[in-house]
């Protein structure tokens, strides 16, 4: 191509039609956004509020990372998977059973949950990520339901429905820095991970999975890797629950609840977005406390219109309604709204830097 | 000129002793349906050759077959020496072969830019390079698709939010990105206007003669495909029915009275 364009000229004019030389405070206004609520949250403790607003800001610090990893496999690659939950159980029967079974200390059980989780994870994904759409999530449904069958049965192990005690002495504190800081890594991860080749080859499956074959990408390696990756990070997260909590059994560590959370967390905020999880966790833990504080549970109902509502008016979720708006006429009031009076002389500058603000 | 379905089409570029794609006896049948029937189908290095048809004739299902998209019943397939006829299309792609489709496929939640980036050659690059963007010779390679296809002002538009035509020229940046050595173009013309189609000639043409792309043009556009192709094929339903330069076609009568004259 040598003749047709000088390669460094090329370049040199790509990047300034497509303002890729963005500054540098621009393309990491992400991560700094994330360090400084970090910090931020890292500092509430010190502030006198008491210990059931601590405990609601830890959980929601641990539902940010469940639905970030649940994102992973099911926002960004599109399988989606409604038996993610078996992840979050084994992870905490390994801690329960290391703990009170071989007197393990607890901080040694977390990584083996992990890999313990990642290797269940292989070995199901091998032959359930060859199904698409419904019939992977279904079959994750059923390999969730078993399991908690089986932890159920297997009383000599788990001691069935009687459950684990594990050790009571519990800091909140140390349960609060540590989902803080999960939440931080994991929400900087997806930000990579969407700039990374990994994750646009994820999308990529998403969007067209024999496409990606045609073009040389590895779909079957990249589907297993991120399905361990999530299962890993979710077994982590259910072994520190399970440390936290004091006491499992199999009702509560395979709660049908996980479930119907991580995906509609996810699918409010945007599924395959690096904010989504975030924003929908977040906005779905203070509706949900607002209307189960005035109503009891008849919450469920006022809940259920208002996700009837979002998946109508925004079915790309609220993070992805904003970025990738051109799409719904939601989006597209938004982004007129936003671009009133920015001065923007041609569509063609606005389109692009819609764009660009959408991939950040 | 040949009109056997045996046949062996002539070597029309340079001095190349050999082909880079030599596909024999390729039959494959949907239920009941003969797509394509005992159809010998080789290309030289740095050829086009033609791809012509009614509709219906078997050119798309070929050209799955040819890289694997769509396993064939029957027949051999060597490409650049290599038998890949038990090889999955991603191991085609790998090797060098790149292709549209004739339903585009473009990766819509991804920008442009990024849908160019993907189109690069994966040989070699492990989960750890994977996890890190692009690197520079990838980049520049996508800049100076991108820049030759005149769409630069494209490249941070999702590729779902584009024109048909434009999709059609990014396919076509996906394509090349791979530094491939036989790209298979699906009816490429088609609901792209005129102006982009003369802009689509001009870049096959470039590529060719910069690169010694050789390129299997299927196309309903026969103004398009007399003037790029070095020979053409044609087909009628799942079996040749002619194999020649454009000259030699023009002129035959059977495929005068079985598609041209039409
Ligand atoms: N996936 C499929 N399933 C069933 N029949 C198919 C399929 N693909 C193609 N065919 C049939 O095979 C024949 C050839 O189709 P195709 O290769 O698309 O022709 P062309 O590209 O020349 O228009 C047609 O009769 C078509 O209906
Ligand atoms: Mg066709």
């Not at chain 2, 000259?247 to 041209?260: G, M, P, Q, R």
């Amino acid at each position: 191509m040598s003749t047709v364009v000088q390669p460094a000229e090329a370049e040199r004019r790509i990047l300034a039609a497509t303002a890729r030389p963005r500054r540098k405070v621009v393309k990491y206004r992400s991560l700094i956004v994330l360090l400084l609520a970090g910090v931020g949250m890292g500092l509430v403790p010190y502030s006198g509020l008491n210990d059931s607003v601590l405990l609601t800001l830890s959980t929601m610090f641990m539902w940010i990372i469940l639905s970030s990893s649940w994102n992973f496999i099911s926002g960004f690659t599109g399988y989606v998977d409604f038996g993610h939950g078996v992840f979050f159980g084994l992870g905490g029967y390994v801690t329960g059973l290391l703990v009170v079974k071989a007197e393990m200390p607890f901080a040694t059980t977390v990584p083996l949950a992990a890999v313990f989780a990642a290797v269940f994870a292989l070995l199901i994904g091998f032959p359930l990520l060859r199904l698409r759409g419904v019939y992977f999530s279904i079959a994750m449904l059923g390999s969730f339901l078993a399991m908690r069958e089986l932890v159920l049965m297997a009383t000599p192990l788990t001691e069935g429905a009687q459950g684990l005690v594990l050790p009571p002495e519990v800091n909140r504190l140390f349960f609060y820095y540590l989902f803080l800081g999960g939440a931080v890594l994991i929400v900087a991860f997806a930000w990579w991970l969407r700039r990374s080749q990994f994750g646009m080859s994820l999308l990529a499956i998403k969007d067209d999975e024999r496409g990606a074959e045609a073009r040389g990408i590895n779909t079957t390696l990249l589907k297993l890797t991120v399905f361990c990756l999530s299962a890993a990070i979710t077994g982590a997260v259910g072994a520190c629950w399970a440390y936290e909590i004091t006491f499992i059994d199999p009702e509560i560590m395979f709660r049908d609840s996980f479930l119907i959370n991580v995906a509609l967390m996810t699918v409010l905020g945007g599924l395959g977005t690096v904010w989504g999880p975030v924003v929908g966790t977040v906005l779905f833990l203070m509706v949900r406390d607002t209307l189960w504080a005035e109503q009891g549970n008849s919450f469920l109902v006022v809940f259920g219109a208002f996700l009837i509502a979002i998946v109508l008016f925004m079915p790309e979720g609220i993070v992805g309604t904003v970025q990738r708006g051109e799409r719904t006429v939601l989006g597209r009031l938004i982004n007129r709204v936003r671009h009133r009076g920015a001065g923007a002389a041609d569509a063609d500058s606005l389109e692009t830097a819609t764009a660009v603000r959408s991939v950040q | 000129m040949t009109t056997s379905a045996t046949s062996t089409p002539p070597l029309t570029k340079g001095q190349q002793d050999h082909y880079i794609l030599e596909a024999r006896g390729i039959t494959k049948s949907f239920g009941g349906v003969r797509a394509v029937r005992e159809v010998d189908f080789c290309v030289a290095p740095g050829e086009i050759v033609g791809l012509v048809g009614p509709n219906g004739s078997g050119k798309s299902t070929l050209l799955g077959c040819l890289s694997r998209d769509i396993p064939a019943d029957r027949g051999t397939i060597e490409f650049n020496g290599e038998d890949i006829g038990g090889l999955r299309t991603m191991q085609v792609a790998r090797r060098g072969m790149g292709r549209t489709f004739q339903n585009v496929r473009l990766f819509p939640e991804l920008t442009v830019w990024e849908n160019a980036l993907l189109g690069r050659q994966w040989k070699g690059v492990g989960l750890g390079k994977l996890l890190r963007p692009p690197d520079a010779a990838t980049r520049q390679r996508a800049g100076d698709l991108i820049d030759l296809m005149e769409i630069p002002h494209l490249t941070h538009l999702y590729a779902g939010n584009i024109s048909g035509g434009q999709m059609r020229l990014v396919e076509l940046v996906m394509a090349m990105m791979s530094s491939p050595t036989l790209v298979l173009l699906d009816e490429a013309t088609s609901g792209v206007n005129p102006t982009l189609i003369e802009s689509l000639k001009h870049y096959v043409k470039v590529l060719n003669d910069e690169e010694n792309v050789a390129f299997i043009v299927v196309e309903h556009n026969i103004g398009f495909i007399f003037s790029i192709a070095d020979r053409i094929v044609v087909l009628d339903d799942g079996q040749q029915l002619a194999n020649g330069t454009p000259h030699e076609i023009s002129e035959n009568k059977e495929v005068i009275d079985a598609y041209l004259g039409a």
